[in-house]
């Protein structure tokens, strides 16, 4: 069975830094765009970064150009997003999306 599984996620203030990470078993990255998308609370779902699938290019909504870094390690399978400078709004379920989708990790931004 395909399964995506983010981590990293949590509770951080205002200006604080989170990296998630996202592993895949039973599926390879390789080759493969991937993104990260993001859903708040009661909101739809916002696609927030992707990659290509060398890892060469990469793509930011402009809300977070400049804080979020998206990168891949295709040796480990896996797929990071580092944010840094997070904001309230920043407050979403995080899922890595690669054909497949995770389960979605939560990253809570208050003081």
């Given at each position: 069975e395909?399964?995506?599984?983010?981590?990293?996620?949590?509770?951080?203030?205002?200006g604080g830094s989170l990296r998630l990470s996202c592993t895949?078993?039973?599926f390879t990255f390789r080759g493969?765009?991937?993104s990260w998308v993001r859903q708040a609370h009661g909101k739809g779902l916002e696609w927030v970064?992707?990659?290509?699938g060398a890892g060469?290019?990469?793509y930011y909504t402009d809300s977070v150009k400049g804080r979020f870094t998206?990168?891949?390690?295709?040796?480990k399978n896996t797929l990071y997003l580092e944010m840094n400078n997070l904001?309230?709004?920043d407050t979403a379920v995080y899922y890595c999306v690669a054909k497949y989708w995770?389960?979605?990790?939560?990253?809570?931004v208050s003081s």
């Open positions: 395909v399964q995506l599984v983010e981590s990293g996620g949590g509770l951080v203030q205002p895949a078993s039973e493969y765009a991937v970064s992707g990659i290509n060469s290019s990469t998206i990168s891949r390690d295709n040796a904001t309230p709004d995770g389960q979605g990790t939560q990253v809570t």
